[in-house]
């Protein structure tokens, strides 16, 4: 069964305080990985997709990176517009076209 | 574009009563995803369609749930009886048809209608 775990569950950072947060994933064969952000009563934006481990993506002041077992959200210099809960989901070859597994997620406060 | 749109944003009944949620999708996609996120199980895909057509409902908890899409701009997501245990937020997706690389496409959420059960 495909599995995505996230950790921490909760992070809390001081601003200019840079971070990483985890996303541990099993599947059987990964056609892709993605990043949300989601703020409190919203939808989950999306971030990234990272397709193949040694792939880095970059957003301002968000990099995401991937292994075979899994990815990396590293925070530079966050702000407090950062806070939010990041999700990570995986869609795998054996789960059917189209269908995401997400994790958890990781709620993040950064305090000024 | 304005987006996915869904109502009631937030919907309140009794227990036994029927529910039904609205989506619509962003125009131009082919894919439509209706998901469901609580504290305890995060986020979970119940069903998505295809051009109109459900692929794969096997996410749909009980045969209190159903989902149609008569049309490429509009699905409707019904709970029929409401139970408590249904109290949860209730997210719609869509995305654009794969390129021919077979990568997948992203999935835009709308804002979720949040469902309290009494």
């Known amino acids: 069964e495909d599995q995505v775990t996230q950790s921490p569950e909760a992070l809390r950072l001081q601003e200019g305080e840079s971070s990483s947060l985890n996303c541990s994933y099993t599947v059987s064969g990964l056609r892709g990985l993605f990043w949300y952000r989601q703020d409190p009563g919203k939808g989950p934006e999306f971030l990234f997709t990272?397709?193949?481990a040694g792939e880095e993506k970059e957003k301002e002041r968000l990099k995401a990176t991937l292994t075979k077992k899994e990815s990396f959200l590293h925070i530079t210099a966050p702000k407090p517009e950062d806070s939010a809960t990041y999700l990570c989901a995986v869609q795998a070859e054996a789960t059917g076209f189209q269908k995401l597994v997400f994790g958890t997620g990781t709620r993040l406060l950064v305090s000024p | 574009d304005a987006g996915v749109i869904q109502s009631p944003r937030h919907e309140v009944t009794e227990m036994g009563q029927e529910v039904t949620l609205r989506c619509k999708p962003i125009s131009g996609h082919d894919y439509l995803f209706w998901y469901r996120q609580t504290m305890m199980r995060g986020l979970e895909l119940l069903i998505y369609?295809?051009?109109?057509?459900?692929?794969?409902d096997s996410g749909m908890p009980e045969d209190r749930f159903s989902a149609k899409m008569p049309n490429a701009s509009f699905s409707t997501l019904k709970i029929q009886p409401s139970e408590p245990r249904d109290s949860a937020v209730y997210f719609c997706a869509s995305s654009p048809l794969s390129p021919p690389s077979g990568r997948v496409d992203t999935q835009y959420f709308g804002p979720g209608t949040r469902l309290t059960v009494l």
């Open positions: 990272l397709y193949s």
């Open positions: 369609f295809n051009n109109n057509v459900p692929i794969d």
